[in-house]
């Protein structure tokens, strides 16, 4: 057993390109051993800015040799007369088998001609074969160059006047299999056992003779090529600065998973801009130091932003590199705020005409047109949410809330949308209200993400969103498998999440439907007859499939028709808790509904005449069912659900005793519909909370 060392040195690799690149060298790596059955114990993989590497460790040095034996077509098909037929020849020849020179075939087992074999009690025709094993070092001499080439890369490229396509021009190849070079080349470069270290700091080749020896060698000429322990070494450093300071870091996972594909030998430097920029608002400073410069910015325990930063070097501290750093930063800080102070003096009003010339989509006019909408749309929105005493805040915020589209802000840093918005509004002295709402129109921007804080922002959101999905599905831009270039499923998850999280009951079909009324008629390209029917579906299996509950008591409710979120939200919850208390209880009754279902689904609608109940078990169920009905309709109109739900559960022992007790199916028609009408009052009346059916299927 032996240890497989390959390390490429390149030129630097793109840092977005070089962690996935270590994954797919390692995923060649082990498929080669497997698909050549070489075993081995493990292939680690490494990766800096300017190398990848692999270190397998106990490998086998040659695969074993195997015998494999091939079975044929049935010999009466592959022989006739003596003589092979088309078949039996296409398969000698698959083998290399002349089929002229098989005189005779027997039962005799032979690598040098076919035999029969019976197989279930008939005779197939078979060839046996010797594989021999391959040697380790030889395969990698053959396959290495294709395996360096095969590794995956976003982008590649040739260089002089080679035909070879890699992320970067490769410098050297280090190849090992324990002590010994495998001899090879790859993109012309004769492979050896060297190794060179930092760039600056370590940069002379030294000979590695055993693979584990790696890691630790480079170490010594300042290069940690464990992707995770440099992680680990810059996390360090930045809580060791933070302790200093007493500052936080911004975006500290964002930025390390970032700048540790920057470096080989990390050193965290701190530095500080002029304190004049403070003035220009936090988003913008952050955004430049993260987004453009891979910088930590610091701010207070309170979030207030600094004028402090931390800089990830390549190398130990010098006042040029401070110096330097300090120079771009201030070069791209005044930049942004030269088009803040811009931005502030042409104001929201003036960005607002612009918005004309703005497109939202081709078929459904420019941005105005869809502010347009959102104000026409927010007069029923304000009034199923109740938000009568918010709606001159959510006007105001509507007829802003897209102006920062066309800043000068935006327009550099895509990303600050809405919050740009939201400092345009204070400028404005717009109230602080309408300024958050405006900041915070996009949320939620993923499942775990906040609602909007205020009212004025939650209105603004669902509008914003819904106009959106109406939007897509009005022309017939819809999500299709994994494709959803608009987030539309996010954006319907959002809605969701702010109607739950609020605690608000609204007609999701209303809104639907308002949003879809408000598009101009000559732009649908949506062949459907009934659009609100497929929004509010998509709607449900967004709710269904990201909803922390049973999913077959998710699909139970929805089934009742429900078009109110936060309501079925609440059945759900508590028909959740009720089955994690009574789960004996809750699995009979899924046995009782299921006969239940059998026995209405293709009965008759009849109603229940109370003269025909004979039977003791069948009136004591109807009592039952008619004692508990006015409660079950008070509990649920005071959205008492798990008080409703157990009230209903008690209707199992009547149930339960009405089948052991009756038949159903009897001979006398009335009886028989009279009691399938019983069975399906009962199941009415559970359809308040939830449809069996779709548990029982």
């Known amino acids: 057993m032996k ?92 083998h290399n088998i002349d089929a002229n020179s098989i005189k005779n075939i027997d039962e005799n087992e032979s690598f040098d001609k076919p035999y029969i074999k019976e197989v279930n009690g008939k005779k197939y025709i078979f060839v046996k074969k010797e594989k021999k094993g391959i040697e380790t070092k030889k395969l990698f001499e053959e396959k290495l160059e294709s395996i360096i080439s095969s590794i995956d890369f976003k982008k590649k490229m040739r260089w002089g006047n080679k035909d070879f396509a890699f992320v970067r021009p490769i410098r050297n190849v280090l190849a090992l299999f324990g002590n010994e070079i495998i001899k090879t080349s790859v993109a012309g470069i004769e492979t050896n056992n060297k190794v060179t270290g930092h760039r600056l700091l370590s940069p002379e080749f030294k000979e590695i003779n055993n693979p584990k020896d790696y890691e630790k060698t480079l170490a010594e000429k300042h290069v940690i090529v464990s992707r995770e322990k440099r992680l680990e070494n810059i996390i360090n450093q930045l809580e060791n600065i933070e302790k200093e300071h007493g500052y936080e870091a911004v975006s500290k996972k964002k930025v390390s998973e970032i700048v540790v594909d920057l470096v080989e030998e990390p050193y965290l430097l701190t530095a500080e801009f002029d304190s004049k920029f403070l003035e220009v608002p936090k988003e913008v400073l952050t955004s430049e130091m993260i987004e453009h410069q891979k910088y930590f910015p610091l701010c207070k325990k309170d979030g207030t932003l600094t004028n402090l930063f931390v800089i990830t070097a390549n190398q130990p501290k010098t006042p040029q590199i401070i110096a330097g750093n300090i120079r771009v930063l201030t070069a791209r800080l005044s930049d942004g705020r030269f088009l803040y102070q811009e931005d502030i003096k042409k104001g929201m009003d003036e960005m607002n005409e612009r918005l004309e010339m703005l497109m939202f989509r081709k078929e459904l006019g420019s941005v105005a047109d869809k502010v347009k909408r959102l104000e026409k749309n927010s007069e029923l929105l304000i009034k199923l949410l109740g938000y009568e005493k918010d709606k001159e805040n959510i006007v105001k915020a509507i007829k802003y809330m897209k102006s920062d589209l066309v800043s000068n802000m935006v327009y550099n840093f895509p990303e600050l949308q809405g919050i740009m918005g939201g400092y345009f509004a204070k400028s404005m002295n717009l109230n602080d209200d309408v300024a958050l709402a405006i900041n915070e129109q996009y949320r939620p921007l993923f499942a775990a993400d906040e609602i909007p804080s205020n009212d004025t922002g939650k209105a603004i959101a669902i509008l914003d969103k819904m106009d959106n999905i109406a939007a897509g599905f009005y022309v017939g831009d819809i999500p299709t498998g994994s494709q959803d270039p608009n987030a539309l499923r996010r954006q319907a998850l959002g809605i969701i999440n702010i109607l739950t999280k609020s605690k608000k009951h609204v007609n999701l079909k209303k809104l639907i439907e308002d949003s879809i009324n408000s598009m101009p008629k000559d732009a649908k390209n949506n062949k459907s007859e009934d659009l609100v029917k497929d929004i509010f579906e998509f709607f449900k299996s967004r709710f269904e499939n990201d909803i922390d509950f049973a999913k077959d008591s998710v699909a139970g409710v929805l089934s009742t028709g429900i078009d109110d979120m936060y309501d079925a939200y609440l059945k759900i919850e508590a028909i959740d808790a009720f089955r994690k208390k009574n789960e004996e209880l809750f699995s009979n009754l899924l046995l009782v509904f299921k006969r239940i279902k059998n026995m209405i689904k293709s009965a008759k609608d009849v109603n229940l005449d109370e003269s025909l109940l004979k039977e003791e078990a069948e009136k004591s169920l109807y009592n039952t069912y008619k004692e508990k009905l006015n409660e079950v309709n008070k509990l649920m109109e005071n959205r008492e659900y798990e008080k409703t739900f157990a009230l209903l559960a008690s209707l199992y022992e009547p149930l339960d005793k009405f089948f052991k007790d009756i038949m159903v199916n009897v001979d006398d028609e009335k009886i028989k519909n009279n009691r399938i009408a019983l069975l399906s009052s009962v199941d009415k009346i559970f359809k308040n909370m939830l449809d069996f059916s779709s548990l029982v299927k």
């Not at 630097?12 to 060298?25: K, L, N, R, T």
């Not at 270190?55 to 009466?76: C, H, M, Q, T, Y």
């Open 3 to 94: 240890d497989l060392l390959i390390e490429i040195l390149v030129e630097e690799i793109p840092a977005d390109f070089a962690y996935p690149a270590s994954v797919s060298f390692k995923k060649i790596i082990e498929n080669t051993l497997k698909n050549n059955g070489i075993n081995f114990s493990s292939v680690n993989s490494y990766t800096t800015p300017r190398r990848l590497a692999i270190l397998a460790e106990n490998i086998e040095e040659k695969s074993k040799d195997e015998v494999i034996e091939f079975r044929g077509p049935l010999f009466e098909s592959a022989f006739k007369d003596g003589a092979p037929t088309k078949a039996g020849e296409g398969f000698l020849k698959s």
